[in-house]
């Protein structure tokens, strides 16, 4: 047989369907990615950065959240940029674009693999440490379910990273545009926590902002988790992602004629995605939950979530949400004593409560200030909020320094709500005293007040402060609440004894310190039962400002 | 060339009267220039200029004290040092290894003076502004992360250097602000701690005796 009588065959047409090549070439990338050589240093780096800080706060689903998207997303969205980056420059670096160039699958086609390659094993892994993390706080015991928003936020944060740094990488190959991908990344994230900080409205959209200047244990347990902000943060994120990955289809090598004009459809959609995020963001505004955007906002959301509290059984209930059953004795602990000596005085609380908040203003400098407790209705109740506290166990706190705060702080404000001294005035961030116009008919309120401090030992160490005039002395919610900041001072300002520059502005001849430091004297050597009974007698007179310091025993 | 001239000292390189001819001072030139080019030193210069300008246009609009009086100004070098630790890449891989004999002093040579370009360059860059822990701080700043850059080209090759002094920042940021006590994690310590000059010393120190005998790794053969 010669060649020429050879039978013929017609050669096999490999037809595949037009989705089969992206989806091989995925494949191939998912095996070949680089990105599975950062892997463990990425993981090396979430167990640092995200795992032990976890670890090191309470069990509180809102504060593992709020970590896994602020801390993760600090570290990993420069280093997925910088790696998308390496991933986009492959061809440049190797000089194989125009290779690559010609091939039957689209070139965008083939760069939107690669980078969904390198966005899958980033996700991949991230979502590994979420789980774990999750894991360990349910098998702890966290009350409620967990917010799955903050972790959107970070999944999209990824995608986003490694679409810019693709991006990036493709347009500029070269051996510094990796680190100078990460570099920028970076300090785009710096700059937007700079313009948070700097009340920039807009800056709210920053991936790294969990819920505005609120500190992590004072949302989604009373009230469901807000997303207005997470929704837009998505949005934006999206819209980042669609815009990078979009320009890479637009030049004339890049496809066909219809898959450019996708690609331009992507780049215009993910800019006005993007665009409008960064509008709405800049119509959120602070309420007592969270961040409230308006436009993204449901309704269903201010609901409460239902819960059966944890109450002690003492004279004076302490009845806690459930999330900080394990913090009953401590409460107990430190505001028992005090509710022992005021039980049964006309006005003193029956019961304590816990809620999220009593007030909530925002301050300077992305900061936001919480009321202290407040007692009301028939019978009196004490609504106590706990959020901003430091809570045992966080940060390593003992039990004792939450006890110790507890006492200090709000046991204070208590007595002054009592006894009609001004309180329910909000502390904010970086205030340092809020000043109350006191004259002489406060003196009194002030002796009793200072005395039942001493004696209770609520403040530590008293003393009458010299030039104090009546009496400085932690006065109210606003000096003793839970003032909190995003910006990380979370100064309790003015908690200590504090001048009030408006005493003696009452009208009047203001008594002296000697007078007043009298009276506390007196009201504070007397026995528990001689405290209570003229309490019972003349409490209402003492609220109404009719006693004077002569009429204390 | 014959079989019998093997082992012989080349026409540029044969020394007469024990002086060297003035050919092999011209080719030593040619050899420098040519490591520059390959290694994108050039480049890296550049890169370096743009970070101080950047760090100039920043401490512009930083507060003088405060968490982002240091952390933003720590960014811009972690960027040096990672354009740094890129110059270590080798294009030509095990060939050159086997045949530059010259090549660890060129490696540290280039290595020294582009770690004293960067400082000298950030310096200027911050000359007329506050910058929070003062040159003293830049320098101990600067040479531990350039010394993990280059730690991190040795391990992970020169292209993925940046890696190093990425993460070490994205680690340590927080610190800045929650005042660590731990002297590794010097960005976090006054610019006159000790124990802290020490590590990044140290650190510097390491990387830069890993780059000098050893280079950076070679690429993975799947990047």
């Known amino acids: ?553 | 060339m014959t079989a019998a001239e093997i082992g012989q000292a080349t026409p540029e390189r044969a020394r007469v009267g024990g002086r060297r001819r003035p050919g092999s001072a011209r080719a030593g030139l040619r050899l420098v220039r040519l490591y520059l080019a390959s290694r994108r030193v050039l480049a890296c210069l550049l890169v370096l200029a743009a970070c101080a300008v950047a760090l100039r246009t920043a401490l512009h609009w930083l507060p003088r004290t405060g968490p982002f009086s240091r952390q933003i100004p720590l960014i811009i070098e972690a960027g040096a040092a990672a354009a740094i630790g890129a110059t270590a890449r080798s294009p030509f891989g095990e060939p050159e290894r086997a045949t530059g004999a010259r090549l660890p002093v060129l490696r540290l040579g280039v290595t020294l003076v582009l770690a004293g370009a960067a400082f000298g360059v950030l310096a200027a860059g911050a000359a007329s502004a506050h910058l929070a822990g003062g040159a003293l701080g830049l320098l101990r700043d600067l040479g531990g992360l350039i010394g993990i850059a280059l730690l991190a080209a040795a391990v992970l090759g020169g292209a993925l250097a940046w890696v190093g002094p990425i993460g070490y920042l994205a680690v340590t940021l927080p610190a800045v602000a929650g005042h660590w006590t731990s002297p590794w994690a010097w960005p976090a310590r006054p610019p006159h701690d000790r124990g802290a000059a020490i590590c990044a010393a140290l650190v510097f120190a390491a990387g830069l005796a890993a780059v000098t005998l050893r280079g950076a790794r070679d690429a993975p053969a799947r990047d």
């Open chain 1, 1 to 553: 047989m010669t060649t020429a009588t050879a039978p013929v065959t017609a050669p096999r047409a490999w037809r595949v369907s037009s989705a089969a090549g992206p989806a091989r070439l995925l494949r191939i990338e998912l095996r070949r990615s680089p990105m599975l050589w950062l892997l463990p240093v990425l993981a090396v780096l979430f167990y640092v950065s995200t795992y032990r800080p976890a670890m090191d706060n309470p069990p509180f689903w809102n504060i593992r959240s709020g970590t896994i998207q602020s801390h993760t997303m600090l570290v990993f969205a420069p280093l997925l940029a910088g790696a998308g980056a390496w991933v986009g420059s492959r061809d440049g670096r190797r000089g194989l674009a125009d290779l690559v160039g010609v091939t039957a699958v689209p070139r965008w086609a083939g760069q939107v693999a690669s980078w969904a390659a390198a966005a899958i094993w980033a996700e991949a892994l991230y979502l590994a440490g979420v789980a774990v993390v999750y894991g360990v706080t349910a098998h702890q015991g966290a009350w409620g379910g967990p917010l799955w928003w903050p972790v959107t936020v970070g999944a999209a944060t990824v995608a986003a990273s490694c679409a810019v740094g693709f991006a990036a990488g493709a347009r500029l190959p070269g051996r510094f545009t990796a680190g100078l991908a990460a570099l920028v990344v970076f300090l785009a994230l710096a700059g937007g926590a700079f313009a948070i900080q700097d009340n920039a409205t807009y800056a709210q959209i920053w991936p790294l902002n969990v819920q505005g200047p609120f500190p992590p244990d004072s949302y989604g347990i009373f009230y469901p988790y807000l997303p207005d902000l997470a929704i837009a943060q998505v949005m934006f994120l999206a819209g980042l992602a669609a815009v990078a990955l979009g320009v890479l289809g637009l030049p004339a090598g890049a496809g066909g004629r219809w898959l450019r004009a996708a690609a331009a459809a992507v780049t215009v959609a993910g800019l006005a995605a993007a665009g409008t995020a960064v509008g709405l963001a800049g119509t959120a505004r602070v309420e007592p939950h969270g961040i409230v955007i308006p436009a993204l906002h449901d309704a269903a959301s201010d609901r409460a979530t239902p819960y059966t509290p944890a109450c002690s059984h003492g004279a004076v209930p302490v009845c806690l949400q459930p999330a900080y059953r394990a913090y009953l004795p401590e409460v107990t602990a430190a505001l028992g004593p005090l509710l022992g000596q005021l039980a049964g005085l006309p006005g003193a609380p029956a019961r304590v409560t816990q809620v999220v908040v009593t007030t909530v203003t925002s301050a300077r400098e992305n900061g936001i200030g919480f009321g202290g407790p407040v007692i009301s209705g028939r019978p009196p109740v004490l609504y106590l909020p706990l959020s901003g506290l430091t809570l045992p166990g966080e940060g390593n706190a003992p039990a004792a320094q939450f006890t110790a705060n507890l006492t200090g702080q709000d046991g204070t404000a208590i007595v002054n709500d009592l006894v009609g001294l001004p309180s329910g005035a909000p502390a904010g961030t970086g205030v340092t005293g809020v000043n109350f116009e006191l004259g002489p008919r406060h003196a009194a309120q002030f002796a009793i007040a200072n005395a039942l401090d001493r004696v209770l030992n609520l403040t530590g160490p008293w003393s009458v402060p010299s030039g104090a005039h009546p009496p400085g002395r932690s006065s109210g919610a606003g000096t003793g609440g839970n003032g909190a900041a995003a910006s990380g001072s979370g100064a309790l300002a003015g908690s200590g004894a504090g001048a009030r520059s408006g005493a003696g502005a009452g009208g009047g001849a203001a008594p002296s310190a000697a007078q007043q430091q009298a009276a506390v004297d007196r009201f504070a050597t007397l026995s528990a039962a001689a405290r209570h009974a003229w309490l019972v007698i003349h409490l209402a007179a003492l609220r109404a400002g009719r006693v004077t310091l002569s009429e204390i025993p």
